[in-house]
């Protein structure tokens, strides 16, 4: 029994001396006001109507994702010849790595978001309070790990990251509307800074595999900042100036969905002749709204302007004079079947 406990030490020392070797330089220590702004070809839609003014985050975030690890571990040792160790493990990247500032830098970049990068010229009674509690955000893999008679065998999953966040939007402290903004990510192999070597080997806790769960955790966070702008300008859609619907029509976009939920195939259609200025592949900057593979009138204007319910329905019903839409096979939004047929 005591050469099986001595193995057991010698396998830990080594693993842990090996670990320390592969772990010598450190992991980057990331930037979400780089990582996860959204991409300059793919503009985010804005209101257009109100500044918006963030609050500090309220942070209810489970303390593990902040960087902790859930592990289990099993022994066998039926005789001295035999001998076998397995550990199963969620390995949660430390706080420090997504950005070495998070919270007050989240509230940055989602300020930057809603508000764009032209200074603001709206009076204060134009400005509304967003309050975010961050619910969840994490980057993380999992990974099975056995040892069997001094062989080892890793078994390991992609890191994935995953930024969950409740939204209010207040004015004069009052609540005008919430919501619940999730976004996941799995990890790439074809993301700048990724190692798929790292990640594939991921029983030994090298450096790569720390920045690519931290990237992963980034990138979740980039795909929610591509939609939270359309969804506050939804919410704020509802008061009385919440209306960017123009006078005169000079184009309008069509939109469906793909298949994958995250894209969607975006036309930018001439109104007088109906030609197709542009049709490009964008991701998904609003909520989902239509069936996959289902044409519908934007709700947004080709410079990136939400118009709003009531200038929704206007232009809806504008555009009837010579298109045909309908509401008819949804609520959410009019349905796009082209020019009407005289």
């Known amino acids: 029994m005591k050469i099986a406990y001595k193995f ?9 001396l090996f670990q320390t070797a592969c772990m010598s330089s450190k992991p980057i220590v990331r930037d979400i006001n780089s990582d996860a702004y959204p991409n300059v070809y793919s503009p985010v839609v804005t209101d257009g109507n109100f500044k918006y003014n963030v609050l500090p985050i309220i942070d209810k975030r489970p303390e593990i994702e902040k960087g902790g690890t859930e592990k289990s571990y099993s022994v066998f040792i039926p005789l001295l010849i035999y001998f076998q160790f397995g550990c199963a493990k969620n390995e949660y990247c430390k706080e420090k790595f997504f950005d070495d500032n998070l919270l007050p830098n989240l509230q940055e ?17 134009a400005t509304l309070d967003v309050e975010i509690e961050l619910l969840h955000y994490y980057g993380h893999h999992y990974e099975k790990n056995m040892f069997l008679t ?9 890191p994935d990251g995953f930024v969950s966040m409740k939204i209010k ?15 996941s990510f799995l990890f790439s192999p074809f993301l700048d800074g990724t ?6 080997f991921s029983g030994i806790r090298t450096k790569d595999l720390v920045n690519n769960y931290s990237l992963t955790a980034n990138y979740a966070l980039k795909k929610l900042m591509t939609e939270l702008s359309g969804r506050v300008a939804e919410m704020a859609s509802g008061l009385q100036n919440g209306n960017n619907m ?25 109104y007088p002749t109906g030609e197709i200025l542009s ?11 239509s069936k996959p593979d289902e044409w519908i009138v934007a709700p947004y204007t080709s410079k990136g302007k939400w118009i709003g319910k009531e200038g929704y329905k206007d232009l809806v019903e504008k555009l009837g004079d010579r298109y045909d839409v309908s509401f008819v096979d949804n609520l959410n939004a009019a349905n796009f079947y082209g020019t009407r047929e005289n």
């Open 246 to 270: 123009p006078d005169e029509i000079d184009d309008f976009l069509v939109i469906r969905l793909t298949k994958e939920y995250n894209y969607y195939e975006e036309a930018c259609i001439d």
């Open 195 to 200: 190692s798929l070597e790292h990640t594939a």
């Open 279 to 289: 049709d490009t592949i964008k991701y998904r900057k609003i909520p989902i709204i």
């Open 150 to 158: 001094g062989a080892g065998f890793f078994y390991t999953f992609f």
């Open 109 to 125: 970049l989602t300020s930057r978001v809603l508000n764009g990068t032209q200074q603001s010229n709206k009076t204060e009674s």
């Open 169 to 183: 939007l207040l004015k004069n402290n009052e609540i005008i509307d919430s919501c619940l903004v999730n976004s």
């Open 8 to 16: 057991i030490c010698y396998i830990i020392v080594f693993a842990s």
